[in-house]
T-cell receptor, first 113, second 112 residues
């Protein structure tokens, strides 16, 4: 979905480095989400945010932090990267209300050596 | 974990055939959604079925929901090579969060 942009698309880094993944959206949605995808495990929720002042932990938040800088921007940080955080990371947005679909960016492929 | 299960994990069919994939979940839902993921891309929403609905259609897609069995199926009719992708179900278990729990996915290969 071109309305949800993730940068970078690919990143290779070393253990112990601090990494920030960025997400911006032009859909005007208040709700934003970060997921990680591992082979055979589907998507798992890391953090989600319903507005600029709202941050919530998801299923697997340990080792990650987020910042909601504006309605349109939601970044994910790995303070000290470790190899088992190697994965595909997705940002998504959704509108308010029930029965809302989520709209995904094209992902960031992160490799930690 | 509440993560849903999908089967089969992989499915290979010929163009023109129908493809059926199934999803099971563990706790009551508000709605169930199906998404498609092409290789190297993000997920794209296909269809949403509410807990009080039993069947829904969208083009060549047909989704059924059986809340008594906590299961759903996605049928793609007259498949095309362009349908080759991974398909995920995702369940919304209610509340104000709109959080989704994703299944493990079915990899569909449509041979031309």
């Amino acid at each position: 979905d071109a309305d949800v942009t993730q940068t970078p698309r690919n990143r290779i880094t070393k253990t112990g480095k601090r990494i920030m993944l960025e997400c911006s959206q032009t859909k005007g949605h208040d709700r934003m989400y970060w997921y990680r995808q591992d082979p055979g495990l589907g998507l798992r929720l890391i953090y989600y945010s319903f507005d600029v002042k709202d941050i919530n932990k998801g299923e697997i938040s340990d080792g990650y932090s987020v910042s909601r800088q504006a309605q349109a921007k939601f970044s994910l940080s790995l303070e000290s990267a470790i190899p088992n955080q190697t994965a595909l990371y997705f940002c998504a947005t959704s509108d308010w209300g029930t029965d809302q679909p989520q709209h995904f960016g094209d992902g960031t492929r992160l490799s930690i050596l | 974990s509440q993560q849903g299960e999908e089967d089969p994990q992989a499915l290979s069919i010929q163009e023109g055939e129908n493809a059926t994939m199934n999803c099971s979940y563990k706790t009551s839902i508000n709605n169930l959604q199906w998404y498609r993921q092409n290789s190297g891309r993000g997920l794209v929403h296909l269809i949403l079925i509410r807990s009080n609905e039993r069947e829904k259609h969208s083009g060549r897609l047909r989704v059924t929901l059986d809340t008594s069995k906590k299961s759903s199926s996605l049928l793609i009719t007259a498949s095309r090579a362009a349908d080759t992708a991974s398909y995920f179900c995702a369940t919304d278990h209610g509340g104000a969060t709109n959080k989704l729990i994703f299944g493990t996915g079915t990899l569909l290969a449509v041979q031309p």
